[in-house]
Every structure is written in C-alpha cells, then in structure tokens.
C-alpha cells in the first residue's frame, strides 16, 4: 500500500476508479471509506497536478468538483486538524464557526485549482463557459473578506492585542489584505480575457494563499484564542459575529453561556507563564520574527474616563460631542417627538440657526406656505410610513441635499434628525482615492 500512496500515477488511477464508482451511483460514504487512505495521501500540492491530468483525460470539472468535496472532508483533517478541533466545540461557538468556515474555504480553494488547471487546455465556448464559471466562483470568495477576514479583524484581533499580542494579528491582517488585493487583480484581468496563462497561475496562486491562510489560522490564531480567551470573551464574541455575517454557513444555537460577556476594554489578564508555555510554538516563533524577544506589552488602559457619558456604542465627553458635531460636513437639527426643535450643531452652516429657535416648534421654524409638508413628512414618520424624505436644491451655485430620518428606539417614535449637506464636490467625484493614497 505504501508504494501505492507514493505513486502519483497510481494514486491517479485509483481516483478515476472511485469516480466512476460515484457516477454509478455508489453510496457515497462507502466510496469515501473504500479510498480514504489514497485520499489522505494527497497533499495540498499535489492534487491540482492529478486534478489537471484528469481534466486532460476528459473527466469533467463536475465529477471532478465531488471527488474534491469527499477529498476536502477527509483531506482538512491532515491539513489543519479542524477535523477533530471542530468536535470539540458545539454549534455556535465561535472557534467552531471559524473552523467550519475554514472547510468551506478549502474547498472552494480546491474547486479554483481544478478550473485553473483546465484553462489552458479549453477553446471557444467552453473555454468561455469555464471562465464565466471561475469569476463567479472568485466573486464569490470576494465574501470570505467581508465576513470570515474582517470578524477576525474587527472582533477577534483586539482581544489578542489588549494583551500586547500584537505582531500576529498585523502579520494576518497584511495577508488577509494580499488575498482581497489578489482577488480584485483576478476579477479585473479576468474581465479582461485575453492573457489566459496570467489568469491560470493567478488562479493557482490565489488558492494557495487562501490555502495557506487556513493553515496559518488553524494552526496558530485559533489554537491561541483556545488557550488565552475566556467564556465571557466567547461570549461576547458571539454576540458581535453576527453584525458582520459569516461564509457559507450558519452557527447552530447549541453552545450556550452563563458568563458575563467581556468586551476588549474589559480585559486585565495577563498571560502566565502557563499560558505562554501552551501557545502553538508557531505563535513563538512569529513574536520572536517580529519583537525580537517574547516580551509582552498588555494594554489595560481604562476606557471610561471622568466626565464620560455612556451611550450606546461607547463614552464621550460633553465636549468631543459638540466639537464632533459641529466638525461634521454636514448640518444636524433633531426636532423632538413633540415637533419641538432641541439641538442644532454649530460649526460652518449652511442654514443660519440662532439659540432662540430651541423650544420652538417645528412648524414655526417654516415658512406658512410649506407648514402642511413639514406636518405631512412628520405625520408619515410618527405613524411608521415612513422613515425618510430627501430633497436638494441649487443654491449660490451649490448643490444642497436636505434629509429628514425619523429616528425610533425599540420602534418607538423619538424624533426627526435633519441633515443637511453641500454635495457639489461630492458629485464631481470618480475612480477611486484609498487611504494609502494619502499624502
């Protein structure tokens, strides 16, 4: 059996065989166990090369693409261990749900090799027909971005960083951004569709990165979070995963805590030594690559100072809250649920307001000839109808928009806010201008 792992030819034929075994309509669990052991033999290296073989002997991608799904449920288990690491936790955790995703991830990484390995060998409609299928499956991964990345960036990471775990998070954020950055090249030179070897080896190694960030993710910062994070960090995980959303999955309801949850600022463990003793020595060795030493430099600084109010999302003093509003390009009025006006920013206005308008009502504010919109717009917004009404006009060569948003607490009525707002510039803009362009 050994010779036969170790004999890409062999192992090649073997797959053929089982494929036909699963177009035959062989049970698919008995096929999965009948040919496991040459399934795990494959590394992640090897199976685009006996995938492109196979396309080349006329297999199709679809065979080809189930034979991936049954490989990538065997095969993760020696790539990652997320096999065995997603058994340990019920539906829901967060760390099961990262794992979970990391299968899909994997998967979809496979399927973009089988398709890369086929371009060069397909002309007219198919070839047509692979690449409309490619960019779909890339368009696709756009997703793993803005979900699977960005709940590591926005929710995980700052957990790791209070402790002064800072050089991996930059290290997986900066490759996370390669990925995003690989799959835009792809999507634009694929929309292109003339340079088919470019679009090939950009295909291959977009999924080996995706590949090897599953590794690194699996391997290093999931092990770590196991090790660092309580269950009231999970917890508090949890409940913000589902504002940005997941990739290809839906956490089960299963995993259920007691623990008060414990935002970021909330942290004021250390590491002990027993922990650092515990970290994947990966972890170790890129603390060491990057700091030079394994010093820690936790960040325990309190969040609510004196003076802060607390509101939803956080604490602001009086002060930031006046400068903030009145910095904002845009001019703010609120108008209370009684119609009566209780705030307008300062700063630069484009519509004079004085303090003797505060208490006032609303109404009184317009001219007579308009009253019966203002009453109209108010009367949509206090009933549910509606929850906005936008208007511009041209003034002294600008373009002005004015908003009015019925705000509401729990579907209660508090209010409308106006915005009011000079988009004349904003109309002239095009292309694109990104925060690394700044000088």
Known sequence: MSELLDNREMKKEKLKEMLKKLHSGENEEKVKEEFKDVLRS?????????????VAEGISAREIARMCDIHVEIFRESVSGAEKEISKF???????????????????????NLYASSILKLKGNALKSTLRTLEGIVRGLKAVGYTHYNREEMVIFPYLERRGLNAVPA????????????????????????????????????????????????????????????????????????????????????????????????VRDEITPEQLLSLPQHLIEEMKKNMGDVKLRPDFKELKREGDI????????????????????VDVTFIDSEDRVRFFSGGERIFTRTNTILGRPVQLCHPPKSVHIVNKILQAFKSGERDRADFWIDMQGKKILIQYFAVRKNGKYMGTLEFTQDITDIKKIEGEKRLLDWK
């Open 90 to 112: 019920p539906s829901g955790h967060p760390l099961r749900t990262l794992y979970e995703e990391n299968v899909e991830i994997i998967k979809d990484s496979e399927i973009l």
């Open 310 to 329: 607390e509101i939803e999302n956080g604490y602001l003093l009086p002060d930031e809250i006046s400068a903030m509003l009145a910095t904002m390009p």
């Open 171 to 266: 290290v997986l954020w900066r490759k996370h951004d390669e990925i995003r950055a690989e799959i835009n090249k792809f999507l634009n030179l694929i929309s292109k569709g003339k340079n088919y070897e470019e679009i090939a080896n950009l295909d291959q190694d977009l999924s080996s990165r995706l590949i090897d960030m599953v590794f690194r993710e699996n391997n290093i910062l999931y092990p770590t979070l196991k090790v660092l994070l309580s269950e009231g960090e999970f917890k508090a995980i949890r409940m913000q995963d589902d504002e940005i959303g997941y990739y290809k999955i839906k956490p089960g309801n299963e995993w259920k805590s007691e623990a008060k949850s414990i935002m970021p600022y909330e």
């Open 42 to 54: 494959i590394s992640p290296l090897e199976i685009p090369l006996i995938e492109q073989e196979l």
